[in-house]
């Protein structure tokens, strides 16, 4: 199978997945309690009116008629309205989508920094020091709660010795890198930094931690290979061994990981989003769902699946590339 064709089905497969979640969100709305209309008629007790709002809304069609017309809006680029912001579903996702992107890059950019030369360094130290250590601090970080490290980050890092700011974004990564370019101020960046590390830090330990684990599980199966004990036969430096050959085949179930995780970094950043005010998708959804603004929370919830499609396609592409003989698996 040639990589396009590959790549085609991936796609195809990715178009049933959020139909699915389409199809679910709108269930789900049907089964909510509480009526729209409520929403945006408010206290206004004329019935006449509440029928007309139902009407221009299209609630008092069929389900069926309501759900094929919500598709038909989704293939035109419309993701609704909120009456609640009375504004434009797709606007405020816009809005909102660069600020879960930033935070997740970030915390995917620190596991990985972090989590893979631990992950070598484990693996070639067995049972010292280092292993113990590593083993240790992974066991934390997969079992520390995000909300409650979020919390103590800020009590003693910020509240207390005053590194951070306690919550916000500060100033938008794109608007620091303009100015940079364009002036050369670099105090916008340094800003951005002081704004996200510690969100960053937060959603990224678990991932920091998976990683960790699983270079060093990678790195010991292959280290154990015929093929390692002849590359050292042949003399190569024990350097070049572990990261041209040895971490380079353990690298194809990590990029794996790593695009699923970066879909799901991006879709469970919520807590962390409403811990430190976060001006993301994540604490939108929350906002919206308090207010029972389900076209926000559709809209969101789509736009999750859509970006989790797209990823996993790259990684797909990329897990192809690493090994080609996945794509005539």
């Known amino acids: 199978m040639s990589l396009g064709k590959f790549l085609a089905r991936r796609l195809l497969q990715g178009i049933f997945v959020i139909w699915g979640v389409v199809t679910i969100m709108f269930a789900l709305r049907a089964l909510s309690p509480g009526d729209p209309v409520n929403l945006?008629?408010?206290?206004?007790?004329?019935?006449?009116?509440?029928?007309?709002?139902?009407?221009?809304?299209?609630?008092?069609q069929p389900l069926y008629v309501q759900y094929a017309d919500y598709l038909g809006d989704l293939l035109t680029g419309s993701l609704g309205y909120s009456y609640n912001q009375r504004r434009a579903v797709s606007d405020i996702v816009a809005q909102h989508f660069a600020a879960t992107v930033e935070l997740a890059l970030a915390a995917t950019i620190i596991a990985i920094i972090i989590a893979i030369p631990l992950g070598v360094v484990s693996a070639t130290r067995r049972n010292e020091p280092a292993d113990y250590g590593a083993t240790l601090g992974s066991l934390v970080g997969i079992s520390t709660p995000n909300f409650w490290l979020g919390l103590m980050l800020i009590l003693l890092l910020a509240e207390q010795i005053g590194l951070?700011?306690?919550?916000?974004?500060?100033?938008?990564?794109?608007?620091?890198?303009?100015?940079?370019?364009?002036t050369g101020y670099v105090g916008d960046v340094l800003l951005w930094l002081s704004y996200i590390i510690l969100p960053a830090v937060t959603?990224?330990?678990?991932?920091?931690?998976?990683?960790?684990?699983?270079?060093?599980?990678?790195?010991i199966?292959?280290?154990?290979?015929?093929?390692?004990?002849?590359?050292?036969?042949?003399?190569?430096?024990?350097?070049?061994?572990?990261?041209?050959?040895?971490?380079?085949?353990?690298?194809?179930?990590?990029?794996?990981?790593?695009?699923?995780?970066?879909?799901?970094?991006?879709?469970g950043a919520v807590i962390t989003e409403e811990?430190?005010?976060?001006?993301?998708?994540?604490?939108?959804?929350?906002?919206?769902?308090?207010?029972?603004?389900?076209?926000?929370?559709?809209?969101?919830?789509?736009?999750?699946?859509?970006?989790?499609?797209v990823i996993?396609?790259?990684?797909?592409a990329l897990y192809a590339r690493l090994d080609p003989q996945v794509v005539d698996e």
Do not use: C
């Not at 945006?40 to 139902?54: L, Y």
């Not at 920091?208 to 270079?215: E, H, V």
């Not at 390692?228 to 990981?257: S, W």
């Not at 604490?283 to 499609?309: C, E, K, M």
């Open 40 to 60: 945006i008629a408010g206290e206004v007790p004329d019935q006449a009116t509440r029928d007309q709002i139902r009407q221009d809304l299209g609630l008092d």
């Open 275 to 309: 811990v430190f005010n976060w001006p993301g998708l994540g604490q939108t959804f929350i906002g919206a769902l308090r207010n029972g603004d389900w076209p926000v929370v559709q809209g969101i919830v789509l736009f999750i699946a859509i970006a989790f499609v």
């Open 312 to 316: 996993n396609i790259f990684v797909d």
């Open 203 to 219: 959603l990224g330990t678990y991932f920091t931690a998976l990683i960790t684990r699983l270079t060093r599980s990678g790195m």
């Open 164 to 182: 951070f700011p306690t919550s916000g974004r500060g100033v938008a990564f794109h608007e620091a890198m303009i100015t940079l370019a364009t």
């Open 221 to 267: 199966d292959e280290l154990g290979k015929p093929y390692v004990t002849a590359t050292r036969a042949k003399g190569l430096p024990e350097t070049l061994v572990r990261y041209k050959h040895v971490l380079r085949n353990t690298l194809i179930p990590i990029v794996t990981v790593l695009g699923l995780q970066l879909g799901t970094l991006m879709g």
